[in-house]
């Protein structure tokens, strides 16, 4: 515990950019599976 | 040989079985409260009274005498083992009593599915269940998401030497830090978190389309809870669907994937180590597994006519593959469209998805996809093996939480769940087909009770036929609890009993 206490730019212990970094990589997937659907939808006719 | 249950492994047991139930009754007070600030009398009678069986069972229990501090792997193992079902159990008296349910069986299929959050429900007129009977469902799923051990240490309620042992036997094995006490209190810190910051932005959204402020704020907590530990609940019988808000989508498939990735991963983003997170065998893992599987969904569903539209299966389908992959159970399409609509293919894409499941030490339920990962590394090792010459020695390694080797034991331990999760998928499927219902649907609905999917098709439904039932709340219990617990005291009950003779001489 100590470690998530000591970061600087925390919230609640936690590291602001790594569980930034999580959440717009989880934003990122969803808007790639759209792609992928969309693509293969059209693909296909 | 088998290990029996001495006289004093059984105090020791009831003794950590009685602290559980009394932490129960505590949780009770949760919904005893919203019934009292909601003048829901009733309900407030139904839960006080409900806490007061669960602390005089828990007190009673208690004062079985126990040296402190002791608590073996086997017992351990039988006191979570026993737990899911004793909660569940007690779970299920003030639910049965609310009026909301055929029989008391379906009460006790709410609960271990509330537990196991699972999310499959045979509740009767939803719709019009009391704040203080919903509160209850979904502390439930909190409770069970997270693991009811996990929550019971966060509070400090057993000892570190008892933790220990207790905390492997949920089937969470990893730790975020050593201290599993300080690990438990991690997660349970990061779920207020999401849960909190979720709450407030679902509750906006549903502010913004018209909902009245309290019931949008209740409205939020819940499914922010249901979406965070993959539970599935909702409070309404349409589910998500009944909101009609693609902002409310995005937001939830969000918050359903971030509770499907593990704590530990999540924790390592947390310290700043973001690129742990993307090499991490789990997240690559799901990367390939999705995008594999949504693209045969579309291809599937593009050759129908009925579902075939664009928009339908950018938001619709969508959302079903991140509800079926991160198990939590959420429906945007009725369970009529589910069956009829979709094509079989489709059908069996979200199957395949709930079996897999999402990571493990996350509160996503299925196989794991650490362990599809595994697998997948075994196979490649041993075709390394098979082509290097007899003197190399192939090493294959990994990432998860630094880099790793693949070992034996790990490979024999992803295999022999792997193995017990399909087979059961199986035998429930061929329970389901003994019953007269169609095949697809049985295999769909054993794979969504094992794997804590809870995606359903309508054969667990209000007066189902009880031995299907009483399956199905096996199937659940022991998902939940990847098998090896369940086994291990099943089989130490069965020797306990068994004629001295003839444990011995095993």
């Known amino acids: 515990m100590r470690k998530f206490s000591k970061n600087k730019g925390s919230f609640l212990g936690l590291s602001l950019s790594g569980s930034a970094t999580v959440l ?16 293969t939808r059209v693909a296909i006719g | 040989m088998w290990q029996r249950f001495t006289l004093y492994d059984l105090r020791v047991i009831g003794h950590y079985l009685g602290t559980l139930i009394i932490f129960s009754a505590v949780v009770m007070l949760v919904p005893f409260l919203t019934a009292v600030a909601f003048q829901e009398w009733e309900p407030a009678a139904r839960y006080l009274s409900a806490a007061g069986l669960a602390l005089t069972a828990g007190a009673l229990l208690r004062f079985l005498r126990i040296e402190p501090g002791r608590l073996g792997r086997r017992q351990a193992l039988a006191v979570t083992g026993l737990a899911w079902i004793v909660l569940a159990w007690i779970a299920s008296v003030p639910l049965y009593f609310s009026g909301h349910y055929a029989t008391y ?3 006790l299929f709410d609960g271990v599915s509330g537990l196991t959050t699972t999310g499959a429900s045979i509740i009767i007129d939803l719709d019009h269940l009391s704040n203080a009977d919903n509160m209850f469902r979904f502390m439930m799923h909190l409770l069970g998401g997270l693991g009811l051990i996990v929550v019971a240490l966060s509070f400090g309620l057993f000892g570190k030497r008892a933790g220990a042992s207790l905390y492997s036997s949920e089937g969470r094995n990893e730790h975020v ?18 849960v909190s910051v979720a709450t407030v932005v679902i509750a906006v959204l549903m502010l913004l389309s018209g909902m009245a402020p ?56 947390g310290k700043g180590r973001v690129g742990a997170f993307f090499r991490d065998i789990e997240t690559r893992t799901m990367i ?51 069956t009829t609509v979709l094509t079989s293919g489709a059908f069996l894409v979200i199957a395949l998805l709930m079996a897999v499941g999402g990571g493990a030490g996350s509160t996503a339920g299925g196989i794991k996809l650490s362990r599809v990962g595994i697998i997948w590394k075994s196979i490649v090792s041993t075709v390394k093996e098979a082509l290097a010459p007899d003197s190399a020695r192939v090493v294959v390694a990994y990432s998860h939480v630094g880099r790793r080797v693949l070992s034996p034991e790990v490979v024999k331990e992803a295999m022999t769940v792997f193995v017990l999760f399909v087979s059961t998928y199986a035998l429930g499927a061929l329970v389901g087909v003994a019953h007269g219902y169609d095949a697809t649907q049985a295999i769909f609905e054993s794979v969504a009770m094992t794997s ?19 399956f199905y709340i096996f199937q659940m219990w022991a998902g939940r609890l990847e098998f090896v617990t369940l086994l291990a005291l099943v089989v130490e009950m069965a020797v306990s009993v068994a004629p001295r003779g003839k444990a011995g001489a095993r």
């Open chain 2, 452 to 470: 804590n999917g809870g995606l359903i098709t309508g054969l667990a439904a209000p007066g189902m036929p009880v031995t299907l039932e009483l």
């Open chain 2, 214 to 269: 309290v019931r949008a704020l209740l409205h939020a907590f819940w499914v922010s809870i249901s979406g965070f530990v993959t539970g599935g609940f909702t409070p309404m019988t349409q589910s998500i669907m009944y909101y009609h808000s693609f902002p409310l989508e995005f937001v939830l498939m969000v918050l359903m994937i971030l509770g499907s990735v593990s704590f530990v991963i999540q924790a390592e983003a």
């Open chain 2, 177 to 194: 830090v050593p201290n599993v006490v300080q690990t438990t209190q991690f997660i349970s810190r990061i779920t207020v978190t999401v």
């Open chain 2, 288 to 338: 390939i597994w999705v995008a594999a599987i949504t693209f045969v969904f579309t291809l599937t569903l593009g050759s129908d006519s009925l579902f075939s539209d664009l928009p339908a299966l950018l938001r619709r389908g969508m959302f079903m593959i991140v509800s079926a992959f991160t198990t939590t159970g959420f429906q945007v399409i009725t369970v009529n469209q589910l």
């Open chain 2, 105 to 107: 069986l379906d009460a």
């Open chain 1, 24 to 39: 717009l990589s989880i934003v990122t997937f969803i808007v790639a599976m759209w792609v992928l659907i969309t693509v």
